[in-house]
């Protein structure tokens, strides 16, 4: 059973680049896309991007100036670099396998929740 | 960018009882690329449905999913102690990817 794991600090500063990384386990990370969401405190859903295995992307356009998502097949993770960050960045950021480009996401990780704040 | 609205808000209800919640696009989304989801509170979100009315692997059958074009609804036929929590909707055939703001199922 696929299980996936968000972890990176859980505090940053504005203006620095927020980074964090998902692990998958259980599973190979081969022929799957690999997304990002978010959810600011009280608010709803946000699809931020996703990286299929072999590393094409695409990324939500209100985001991409600001967004870089990464995959490392040979430890299973794959990684979520946003920058120039502000407290609207604060939210919890979760990741999120999915079997093509256009299919639901399944399974989710647990989420991580990064605040920005001086 | 394809904005989903869901309706109620809030829907206060018995265990036993029948939900039905709405998720309608602004504009039309094949049914094949609708999904709806589970979240409790610190829990990873859980894939109840997709294409609209396919049930995800080890979904119980309580859980429906229906409607095309604009609108779409999840049906929980008798509500379970466990089904309280909050659904969203997603569509996943346009990009960017959107949400619904979510349906809190809440114990009357």
């Known amino acids: 059973q696929v299980q996936l794991q968000e972890s990176g600090p859980g505090l940053v500063k504005p203006s620095e680049t927020l980074s964090l990384t998902c692990t998958v386990s259980?599973?190979?990370?081969?022929?799957?896309?690999w997304s990002w969401i978010r959810q600011p405190p009280g608010k709803g859903l946000e699809w931020i991007g996703y990286?299929?295995?072999?590393?094409?992307?695409d990324y939500n356009p209100s985001l991409k100036s600001r967004v870089t998502i990464s995959v490392d097949t040979s430890k299973n993770q794959f990684s979520l670099n946003l920058s120039s960050v502000t407290a609207a960045d604060t939210a919890v950021y979760y990741c999120a396998r999915h079997e093509s480009r256009l299919s639901g996401f399944d399974p989710w990780g647990q989420g991580t929740l990064v605040t920005v704040s001086s | 960018e394809i904005v989903l609205t869901q309706s109620p808000g809030t829907l206060s209800l018995s265990p036993g009882e029948r939900a039905t919640l709405s998720c309608r696009a602004s504009q039309s989304v094949s049914s094949i690329y609708l999904a709806w989801y589970q979240h409790k509170p610190g829990q990873a979100p859980r894939l109840l449905i997709y294409?609209?009315?396919s049930r995800a692997t080890g979904i119980p059958d309580r859980f429906s999913g229906s409607g095309s074009g604009t609108d779409f609804t999840l049906t929980i036929s008798r509500l379970e102690p466990e089904d309280f929590a909050v659904y969203y909707c997603?569509?996943?055939?346009?990009?960017?990817?959107?949400f619904g703001q979510g349906t809190k199922v809440e114990i009357k």
């Open positions: 990286i299929y295995y072999s590393g094409s992307t």
């Open positions: 294409a609209a009315s």
């Open positions: 259980g599973g190979s990370m081969t022929s799957y896309y």
């Open positions: 997603q569509q996943y055939g346009n990009s960017p990817r959107t």
